[in-house]
């Protein structure tokens, strides 16, 4: 793998709290790749964007998704039993039927709907 970039300081979790979701893309803005090592919670850690990124992470031979997330965030945020926990053919067939729901005439109703109930 070529040179990896690497993130100036001992550690970068308090960034990663500060930035959130844009952590990742403000410093590959900031250093000019896709690809970045840094440090959180003291460990080594390699963070990424782009189709690539993605790539590998929809590669169901490289990641597994039950257990992944811990059980505090599966009872409060996901879940229990999410798509998010399935792998194989569950999690397809899961996903197949949630972006059934993301055609444009689908996504239009949901709109209309939010703002009916908004409006109320």
Do not use: W
């Not at 970045?36 to 031979?61: H, S």
């Amino acid at each position: 793998m070529a040179n990896i970039p690497v993130e100036l300081g001992i550690d970068s979790t308090l960034g990663l709290l500060r930035d959130g979701y844009r952590f990742i893309g403000k410093r590959c803005d900031r250093m000019g790749t896709d690809v970045f090592q840094t440090r959180l919670r003291l460990q080594k850690t390699i963070c990424m964007r782009g189709a690539a990124a993605a790539e590998v992470f929809y590669d169901n031979d490289k990641f597994f998704r039950k257990n992944a997330a811990p059980p505090r965030a599966k009872k409060t945020l996901l879940g229990e039993g999410g798509v998010q926990s399935l792998d194989g053919a569950s999690h397809r067939l899961r996903k197949q039927i949630f972006m059934g729901l993301m055609t444009p005439e689908r996504l239009q109703q949901l709109s209309d709907l939010t703002l009916h109930h908004c409006r109320q």
